[in-house]
T-cell receptor
Framework: AQRVTQPEKLLSVFKGAPVELKCNYS??????LFWYVQYSRQRLQLLLR??SRESIKGFTADLNKGETSFHLKKPFAQEEDSAMYYC????????????FGQGTILTVHP | GAVVSQHPSWVICKSGTSVKIECRSL??????MFWYRQFPKQSLMLMAT?????????EQGVEKDKFLINHASLTLSTLTVTSAHPEDSSFYIC?????????????FGSGTQLSVL
């Protein structure tokens, strides 16, 4: 069965420091992975998807099939990056069929 | 951006009663909507896929008769928790899919906190 693991429930860094949120997956099919973010008192929203290979708000994530990982990185964290981050794996034909990781709360201190 | 409205934001009900949660796509038509459940300090779990004009597709382990889903129009899906019990207390979130195969995007509702006494 598919599975997404985010080993860190909490992650704290100082402003300007690099940040990496870890995500590992297990899936028998061809993986398609996403990072979703939920800012305080806001709804869940897409941050980025691996097939786009884009950088959003300075964040990037590379799919490493050998290590079955999709870690989220940002070289210089900002206070406004503080949020809950979910890694998600698509398990069906539609983007809504997702398996989510447990989430990581990122806190960026001034 | 597209907006998905979920109502109510929170609801408290007595054990044995039924509760209906609505999910609306406000500015686009959504042939497919999704319902998730989130327990405290746990991840979101996909419960079912709601298809306009046809039966919902439930994930393994989700009781169809307990969680009734109706998607009668292109902008509205409802989740009814029937004969609710305290163990059904949870945070329920919907999402709506917009776009085709190459540019599909998912938009989430703000969630509904259900507390069953």
């Amino acid at each position: 069965a598919q599975r997404v693991t985010q080993p860190e429930k909490l992650l704290s860094v100082f402003k300007g420091a690099p940040v990496e949120l870890k995500c590992n997956y297990s899936y028998s099919g061809s993986p398609e992975l996403f990072w979703y973010v939920q800012y305080s008192r806001q709804r869940l929203q897409l941050l980025l998807r691996h097939i786009s290979r884009e950088s959003i708000k300075g964040f990037t994530a590379d799919l490493n099939k050998g290590e079955t990982s999709f870690h989220l990185k940002k070289p210089f964290a900002q206070e406004e990056d503080s949020a809950m981050y979910y890694c998600a794996l698509r398990i069906g034909t539609s983007y809504g069929k997702l398996t989510f990781g447990q989430g990581t709360i990122l806190t960026v201190h001034p | 951006g597209a907006v998905v409205s979920q109502h109510p934001s929170w609801v408290i009900c007595k054990s044995g009663t039924s509760v209906k949660i609505e999910c609306r796509s406000l500015d686009f038509q959504a042939t497919t909507m999704f319902w998730y459940r989130q327990f405290p300090k746990q991840s979101l779990m996909l419960m079912a896929t709601s298809n306009e004009g046809s039966k919902a597709t439930y994930e393994q382990g989700v009781e169809k008769d307990k969680f009734l889903i109706n998607h009668a129009s292109l902008t509205l899906s409802t989740l009814t928790v029937t004969s609710a019990h305290p163990e059904d207390s949870s945070f329920y979130i919907c999402s709506a899919s917009r776009g085709g195969k190459t540019n599909e995007k998912l938009f989430f509702g703000s969630g509904t906190q259900l507390s069953v006494l």
